[in-house]
């Protein structure tokens, strides 16, 4: 179910047993590591991070997340789509103190910020409407997941 499209590589995963930011973003960046995408030192960097630069969205009905690390310690280029059937809490984006339940989480591995702007545009539009993160939420598998982020969420070959 994986691709490649424009030497990206993109995946979903389904969380089922999270309960945490830090479980969350350690289990999506033990994948990426295995798989070679990441280095040893992006877990630590993100959760590092995610600290100090909090990446949760307000979107309703629950939040969206995408957790990053430096450009440096990104192998190849990757983003990976979670959906963790607990809500996970997470710090609002841009409200030093404010967190939000967050139920889906991008992981996003690119190289170059504009990169990184370009994917959160697309992941902000998709996520903007209720009814499409009620339905990306509510997914029964892992297939429909992807498929919804692969056709309705990343940017086309147009872009």
């Known amino acids: 179910m994986e691709s490649?499209?424009?030497s990206i590589y993109y995946d979903a995963v389904i969380l089922e047993d999270m309960n945490s930011k830090e479980e969350i973003i350690s289990c999506l960046a033990n994948y990426l590591q295995q798989k070679g995408y990441v280095n040893e030192q992006y877990q630590?960097?993100?959760l590092e991070r995610e600290l100090e630069y909090p990446t949760g969205l307000p979107t309703k009905p629950i939040g969206?997340?995408?957790p990053h690390s430096k450009t440096e310690n990104v192998i190849r280029p990757a983003i990976v789509m979670a959906i963790s059937r607990k809500l996970v809490e997470f710090g609002e984006m841009g409200n030093a103190g404010a967190s939000l339940q967050v139920g889906i989480v991008f992981m996003l591995a690119l190289?170059?910020?504009n990169r990184h702007l370009n994917f959160l545009k697309h992941i902000i539009?998709?996520?903007k409407q209720e009814?499409?993160?009620t339905r990306l939420y509510q997914v029964p598998a892992r297939e429909e997941a992807y498929r919804i982020f692969q056709e309705e969420i990343l940017p086309g070959p147009r872009e």
């Open 4 to 6: 490649t499209a424009e």
């Open 44 to 46: 630590a960097a993100t």
């Open 64 to 66: 969206v997340a995408v």
């Open 111 to 113: 190289q170059g910020e």
């Open 125 to 127: 539009n998709f996520c």
């Open 131 to 133: 009814s499409n993160v």
